[in-house]
């Protein structure tokens, strides 16, 4: 564990003490003086959960560079990669396309002029992504050489037959149920500018700055898709199917359960809590699912449910503390992923998602990142048209479960 881990650790473990006791005197006294002071060490452990997720992140990356086999050994950068990278390198900051068309079939450029990008760069964006959003890390991302990827799903299982002796006859039986579910990309892109005077004169990573740009744009594009996107040249987002009540659910559906309250969260009182809606979604969800399930929320409903106690006067929310687990926040026992794009307690709104997103949604992306680099059409600057085909959609309605804003 790195010391700036250890030091965010502290500093999370001293607000978490401040943060309880700052609840104890707002029962006591609910004054506006208490109040504010609950609510800004609130924002400090939500500040504090981001900055340890970064800084592992970060140490999780700087590990895994570590690990891996040196230029020279020819095992991680073969002549080969070292000749691509520096292609591209060229590519981006002087435009110089030398070999490239002859290269076009072996080494990732197209022959309209676009670089396909390595990807240790595709990676770079993506980790750059990740920031305030997560579907990207929770999903199964696959990558596909189609138009398309199909998948063959069981809605139904095979009828059970009974119980017999050795001369019992057999009767015939249901057929499972299957259903082809078809994920189509849709493209994505960003064009990040530079003036060519700086490509040309900096002395900084060009590559990474690509990827914190391109990255910064993607991050909100297609997570927004993820969540709630409507399909059309985009993924659909797993908030645009159908959401019915739990107990109506059925195949091709969201189960949701009611909050309790229109537009908030359940007061608490003498006979029910809020907690009680989060255990109800929570056993909404098949144990199947429910041993990888994780919540998603966005910050500003983390920073309400931290407040949420049990029937004994108990917190339910957890600051992170395991390596293992990369120091994730819990509620009620299972791992908090904040997402920004998620959407904010509302009347009606869905504004937390719990279920087995690896199980539940599917990424694919097709072929890679593309580079299109223009610096004719707005001089001074340098266009980078970035591309890459994305597509998405739910591959297992029984994975996903929400919170419905309302009464019932």
């Known amino acids: 564990?790195?010391?700036?881990?250890?030091?965010?650790?502290?500093?999370?473990?001293?607000?978490?003490?401040?943060?309880?006791?700052?609840?104890?005197?707002?029962?006591?006294?609910?004054?506006?003086?208490?109040?504010?002071?609950?609510?800004?060490?609130?924002?400090?452990?939500?500040?504090?959960?981001?900055?340890?997720?970064?800084?592992?992140?970060?140490?999780?990356?700087?590990?895994?560079?570590?690990?891996?086999?040196?230029?020279?050994?020819g095992k991680s950068i073969t002549p080969a990669m070292a000749e691509y990278k520096a292609g591209l390198f060229n590519y981006i900051r002087k435009g110089e396309e030398d070999g490239l068309e002859k290269k076009a079939l072996s080494a990732g450029v197209n022959p309209?002029?676009?670089?396909?990008?390595?990807?240790?760069?595709?990676?770079?964006?993506?980790?750059?992504?990740?920031?305030?959003?997560?579907?990207?890390?929770?999903?199964?991302?696959?990558?596909?050489?189609?138009?398309?990827?199909?998948?063959l799903v069981t809605t139904s299982g095979a009828g059970i037959g009974g119980w017999g002796n050795e001369h019992t006859a057999p009767t015939e039986t249901t057929t499972p149920g299957l259903v082809e579910l078809e994920f189509t990309p849709g493209t994505l892109w960003a064009e990040p500018r530079a003036t060519q005077e700086l490509l040309e004169d900096s002395d900084q990573n060009i590559e990474a700055w690509l990827a914190d740009e391109v990255g910064i744009i993607f991050e909100t594009t297609e997570n927004q898709a993820f969540i709630d996107g409507n399909g059309v040249n985009r993924p659909r987002g797993f908030l645009d199917y159908s959401i019915v009540a739990n107990a109506s659910y059925a195949w091709g559906s969201i189960g949701y359960v009611p909050s309790g309250a229109s537009g908030a969260f359940r007061t608490p009182s003498s006979s029910a809590s809020p907690v009680d809606d989060f255990i109800a979604l929570r056993h909404a969800l098949k144990p199947v699912y429910r041993q990888n399930a994780v919540w998603l929320m966005n910050d500003t409903t983390v920073a309400s449910i931290r407040k949420f106690k049990d029937g004994q006067g108990n917190l339910q929310w957890k600051p992170g503390a395991s390596v293992a687990e990369g120091f994730t926040e819990t509620f009620l026992g299972h791992p908090i992923s904040y997402d920004d794009q998620m959407p904010d307690v509302s009347a009606g709104s869905y504004a937390v998602a719990f279920g087995d997103f690896r199980r539940g949604y599917l990424?694919?992306?097709?072929?890679?990142?593309?580079?299109?680099?223009?610096?004719?059409?707005?001089?001074?600057?340098?266009?980078?048209?970035?591309?890459?085909?994305?597509?998405?959609?739910?591959?297992?309605?029984?994975?996903?479960?929400?919170m419905k804003m309302a009464a019932s």
């Open 1 to 73: 564990m790195s010391d700036e881990i250890k030091r965010l650790l502290e500093k999370q473990g001293e607000a978490f003490e401040a943060f309880k006791a700052a609840l104890a005197d707002e029962a006591k006294s609910k004054t506006a003086e208490n109040e504010a002071k609950t609510a800004r060490i609130n924002e400090e452990l939500t500040r504090l959960a981001k900055e340890i997720k970064t800084a592992n992140d970060r140490a999780e990356a700087a590990e895994a560079a570590a690990a891996r086999p040196s230029r020279g050994d």
């Open 363 to 402: 990424i694919v992306d097709r072929l890679g990142t593309q580079v299109i680099r223009d610096s004719l059409t707005s001089k001074p600057y340098v266009k980078f048209y970035t591309r890459r085909r994305v597509g998405g959609g739910v591959q297992n309605f029984e994975a996903i479960k929400v």
């Open 112 to 151: 309209d002029g676009g670089y396909t990008v390595h990807s240790e760069l595709d990676t770079m964006i993506d980790r750059v992504a990740r920031v305030n959003v997560n579907m990207r890390g929770l999903a199964t991302v696959r990558s596909i050489t189609g138009r398309s990827f199909k998948k």
